[in-house]
């Protein structure tokens, strides 16, 4: 079994909006690459940012660009559809009784859970860029966004943890820290291990910068030592991009000796075989 749970229906950006895109035609061209790469479980999953109930759990500046659409007409939509129905939502530190209103209130086959903020600031968004400032000191940076990825896990508010180590995003193009990069998983994994939740292994890392999966095996084996299941996606955000580098990954998946792979139904999830 293959999944590609984490699948947005359109490119960021507040110029592609829900009417354009949130089509039978354009869900049928996600539909056919699944069909095409072998992937069973597809599911869509918005940023939460994108539709206007998001801001009663946070009022950033990106957020009040970017919160244009329905919530519950999108939810309506990838039902209608047949998709498996996600979202990916942001951590928001302070705001975890506002973000649980607004998932507890629509029914999710899952929920993803992203870091992609340390405080106002982005570790992979060059408009808010928390690199931006003079001597940023990148062990405090990676420090920061590990210990509120422990967060957002223990949370309970998320089915999946996205792209583990994002704050790599930029690979040579931004300050990164040196050494054993253990030293910064350790800051996240007590949190992981308890909420027992599913980690999700990520191709998008191949197409950014820094050329690698998320999360970089060290921290994979870690999570996978701690007990938790992966869940595999390709973060796409074009039809052509579901399912991207999964050969390769599924090859690397069993090298890392995982032999399962997550399936979400109503927030219930099971394991099946990888492959
Ligand atoms: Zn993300
Ligand atoms: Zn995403």
């Known amino acids: 079994m293959l999944s590609d749970y984490h699948v947005h229906l359109r490119p960021d950006g507040d110029d592609t909006p829900a009417a354009e895109y949130f089509t039978a035609g354009n869900v049928a061209r996600y539909r056919e690459t699944a069909e095409e790469r072998g992937i069973a479980e597809l599911g869509a999953s918005e940023h939460v940012y994108r539709f206007r109930q998001a801001l009663d759990v946070w009022q950033h500046p ?3 660009e970017n919160a244009h659409d329905d919530l519950d007409e999108y939810v309506g939509f990838a039902r209608d559809q047949g998709l498996k129905v996600g979202v990916e939502a942001d951590f928001v530190p302070g705001r975890e009784d506002r973000m649980a209103n607004l998932l507890d209130a ?4 899952y929920v993803i859970g992203s870091v992609h903020f340390v405080g106002e600031e982005a570790v992979d ?3 808010w860029d928390v690199w931006s400032t003079r001597s940023v000191d990148p062990e405090k940076v990676w420090r920061r966004y590990f210990e509120t990825l422990g967060e957002a896990a223990r949370s309970g508010l998320f089915d999946i943890l996205a792209h583990p180590d994002l704050v790599k995003v930029w690979g040579a193009d ?14 996240a994994i007590e949190g992981i291990a308890e909420a027992g939740i599913a980690v999700e292994v990520s191709t998008a ?3 950014k910068p820094v050329a690698e999966r998320y999360p970089a095996a060290p921290f994979l084996a870690m999570c996978l030592d701690a007990g938790c299941p992966v869940a595999l996606s ?6 052509e991009h579901v399912g991207f580098e999964y050969e390769s990954t599924v090859a690397w998946l069993a090298e890392q000796g995982v032999r399962e792979l997550c399936v979400f ?10 492959g």
């Open 62 to 64: 990106f957020w009040r």
């Open 106 to 109: 629509r029914e999710w086959d």
């Open 125 to 127: 968004h060059p408009d």
């Open 174 to 187: 931004r300050p990164r820290p040196g050494g054993d990069l253990r030293r910064f998983y350790e800051l």
């Open 205 to 207: 890392g191949l197409r």
């Open 234 to 239: 390709s973060d796409a955000h074009v039809p």
């Open 265 to 274: 139904e109503r927030r219930a999830r099971r394991l099946e075989p990888l």
